[in-house]
């Protein structure tokens, strides 16, 4: 999939994301959205180097991979920010 496929998947992916795992890291939905496209784009690569194919158009293996991708990025920004108070 080409970056710009990427990205807009990403951005479905981090409020599905944002969805499964509704954590408080604030932030809104612009920092959701960049945090979706950072995890589809790490999700893709990754996903890529472990399963070793790539992945070619929106189809649901990339979008999976996309969302998780995204949670795994979501999860490691919740530890990082941490809790405010």
């Known amino acids: 999939m080409g970056i710009l496929a990427w990205i807009v998947l990403g951005i479905i992916a981090g409020a599905i994301a944002k969805a499964i795992y509704p954590s408080h890291q604030g932030g809104g ?22 399963l070793g194919i790539g992945f070619t158009g929106f189809n649901l293996q990339g979008f999976l991979v996309a969302i998780v991708g995204a949670i795994l990025v979501l999860f490691l920004y919740g530890l990082a920010v941490g809790r405010r108070v």
Do not use: D, E, H
């Open 29 to 50: 939905i612009l920092v959701t959205m960049l945090l979706g496209i950072v995890g589809a784009l790490v999700g893709g690569f990754v996903g890529s180097a472990l």
